[in-house]
Antibody
């Protein structure tokens, strides 16, 4: 069945970078764009950016511009989101979401904790 | 950025009730509006896109309406599994933005 499997939880120190993976299965990876959304504890969902999995083009929220990189490996049907210069406010669950009809399929989420 | 505001922020209802959640956009978004359900510790689940179209597999007890700036999500005949937090999302303009959520609790 269609699913997105994300990498496991991670703990980082302030100033470090984190890279989260999202492996797609059950469909042709390059047919659908992939978005990244995060949710800090008790907060609303926050869109970070997306990648055209076909040609690799990306677009990011201005809030994360310069700190976020989204890439993909089509041979592995996997998208990646890397966030740099981490601070405590980046502690959140990070989700990938397929852009079918809107965000139709979501990964289970990856908890990233930023703590010294 | 387009601000999405939901009301109410929380709502208490009983099993069997019908409830309506409202979402207002700070500017017109046509029908580029989606609704999601999220349970504690779980990923969001897509319910509705294009303001009123049910995602595949979503029961017809969920319905959406609206266009422009004002939208509603209605859930009929509430069951225990429907108690969750609901979010609206606009995908008309980047950055994509979400409402603050409506927490639906059992009375």
């Amino acid at each position: 069945q269609v699913q997105l499997v994300q990498s496991g939880a991670d703990v980082k120190k302030p100033g470090a970078s984190v890279k989260v993976s999202c492996k797609a299965s059950g469909y042709t990876f390059t047919t659908y764009a992939m978005h990244w959304v995060r949710q800090a504890p008790g907060q609303r969902l926050e869109w970070m950016g997306w990648i055209n999995t076909g040609n690799g083009n990306t677009k990011f929220s201005q809030k994360f511009q310069g700190r976020v990189t989204i890439t993909r490996d089509t041979s592995a049907s996997t998208a990646y989101m890397e966030l740099s210069s981490l601070r405590s406010e980046d502690t959140a669950v990070y989700y990938c979401a397929r852009e079918g009809h809107a965000f139709d399929i979501w990964g289970l989420g990856t908890m990233v904790t930023v703590s010294s | 950025d387009i601000q999405m505001t939901q009301s109410p922020s929380s709502l208490s209802a009983s099993v069997g009730d019908r409830v309506t959640i409202t979402c207002r956009a700070s500017q017109g978004i046509s029908n580029y509006l989606a609704w999601f359900q999220q349970k504690p510790g779980k990923a969001p689940k897509s319910l509705i896109y294009a303001a009123s179209v049910l995602q595949s597999g979503v029961p017809s007890k969920f319905s959406g309406s609206g266009s422009g700036t004002d939208f509603t999500l209605t859930i009929s005949s509430l069951q225990p599994e429907d108690f969750a937090t609901y979010y609206c999302q606009q995908y008309h303009t980047y950055p994509i933005t979400f409402g603050q959520g409506t927490r639906l609790e059992i009375k």
